[in-house]
């Protein structure tokens, strides 16, 4: 069993050869023209396909269902695709770091080391992530590597404080539970919204909005959930502007896809030097 185990490990990794040695040097040339701002992201973009491969996924919550995941780090001001790591199956987590962690921990570490690696002095960033990968532990080892985290949380993440699963909210409609650097919040508004950060505090901040009937409203709302509103989006913007020149081409071939997944990429990045 275990030679078989080792034979498929070895035939996916010939098979990604033939797009591999391409996106590597794609990401090594992403790093080596920008330097983010402090406020970076973590994400995915999902290359739309159906065809036959060992290694797509689905995702039903997903604007693209079935496709190619790959794993972005972003600058949340402009956009640009900093770092990336696309999915190959099981292999993928083979050279993340910190092998005792959870995969979806050891993601934003290992694109973060990358960083670090292309600027070892880098201190003080701040990293905004989704609720797949925020936990108590990513927001720990990221401290140790100088770096801030907030994100939102699943209910059910190890360390989560029982009196914030079920909250009961007075008039400030928020409760918030802080350890050491690391604060986890719980807020609602329309919906119960948890988060975890080790830089923001629980203060509120006045914003106006749009009501029915075009009216302006002003609502007070968590500082900690402003901010990663603003922050988080910087994969989207990505994504955004490659959906409005799109060249991807149809093929049944997975290869293909990502080749010009990342030849778009690549125009993407140069127009946001540009800018």
Same mark, same amino acid.
């Given at each position: 069993?275990?030679?078989?185990?080792?034979?498929?490990?070895?035939?996916?990794?010939?098979?990604?050869?033939?797009?591999?040695?391409?996106?590597?040097?794609?990401?090594?040339?992403?790093?080596?023209?920008?330097?983010?701002?402090?406020?970076?992201?973590?994400?995915?973009?999902?290359?739309?396909?159906?065809?036959?491969?060992?290694?797509?996924?689905?995702?039903?919550?997903?604007?693209?269902?079935?496709?190619?995941?790959?794993?972005?780090?972003?600058?949340?001001?402009?956009?640009?695709?900093?770092?990336?790591?696309?999915?190959?199956?099981?292999?993928?987590?083979?050279?993340?770091?910190?092998?005792?962690?959870?995969?979806?921990?050891?993601?934003?570490?290992?694109?973060?080391?990358?960083?670090?690696?292309?600027?070892?002095?880098?201190?003080?960033?701040?990293?905004?992530?989704?609720?797949?990968?925020?936990?108590?532990?990513?927001?720990?080892?990221?401290?140790?590597?100088?770096?801030?985290?907030?994100?939102?949380?699943?209910?059910?993440?190890?360390?989560?404080?029982?009196?914030?699963?079920?909250?009961?909210?007075?008039?400030?409609?928020?409760?918030?539970?802080? !350890? $050491?650097?690391?604060?986890?919040?719980?807020? &609602?508004? @329309?919906? =119960? %919204?948890?988060?975890?950060?080790?830089?923001?505090?629980?203060?509120?901040?006045?914003?106006?909005?749009?009501? !029915? $009937?075009?009216?302006?409203?002003?609502?007070? &709302?968590? @500082?900690? =959930? %402003?901010?990663?509103?603003?922050?988080?989006?910087?994969?989207?913007?990505?994504?955004?502007?490659?959906?409005?020149?799109?060249?991807?081409?149809?093929?049944?071939?997975?290869?293909?896809?990502?080749?010009?997944?990342?030849?778009?990429?690549?125009?993407?990045?140069?127009?946001?030097?540009?800018?």
């Amino acid at each position: 069993r275990l030679k078989t185990v080792n034979q498929q490990s070895t035939d996916t990794r010939t098979l990604i050869q033939r797009v591999s040695n391409f996106m590597e040097s794609n990401n090594a040339k992403f790093a080596e023209y920008f330097v983010p701002g402090q406020d970076i992201c973590i994400a995915e973009s999902v290359i739309n396909f159906k065809g036959k491969s060992s290694f797509i996924t689905y995702n039903p919550n997903k604007p693209t269902k079935w496709g190619i995941r790959i794993y972005v780090l972003a600058d949340s001001e402009t956009g640009y695709m900093y770092n990336i790591l696309p999915y190959y199956g099981s292999i993928t987590s083979d050279n993340l770091i910190k092998p005792q962690l959870p995969v979806s921990t050891r993601i934003p570490l290992h694109l973060y080391n990358n960083l670090l690696s292309n600027v070892p002095d880098a201190q003080g960033y701040h990293m905004y992530t989704d609720r797949y990968y925020t936990s108590i532990d990513l927001a720990e080892e990221l401290l140790q590597m100088k770096c801030h985290l907030t994100g939102t949380i699943k209910i059910n993440r190890k360390g989560i404080p029982d009196p914030i699963k079920k909250p009961k909210f007075g008039k400030n409609k928020s409760i918030s539970y802080k !350890k $050491g650097r690391t604060m986890i919040l719980s807020w &609602k508004d @329309k919906t =119960v %919204v948890m988060l975890i950060s080790t830089s923001n505090s629980a203060t509120f901040v006045t914003q106006t909005r749009f009501v !029915k $009937g075009g009216e302006q409203q002003n609502v007070e &709302k968590s @500082k900690i =959930v %402003v901010n990663y509103t603003a922050s988080m989006g910087g994969v989207d913007r990505a994504v955004q502007y490659a959906s409005s020149y799109c060249f991807l081409k149809k093929s049944l071939k997975w290869w293909r896809k990502m080749f010009f997944w990342g030849m778009e990429m690549c125009s993407i990045n140069a127009y946001i030097l540009y800018k």
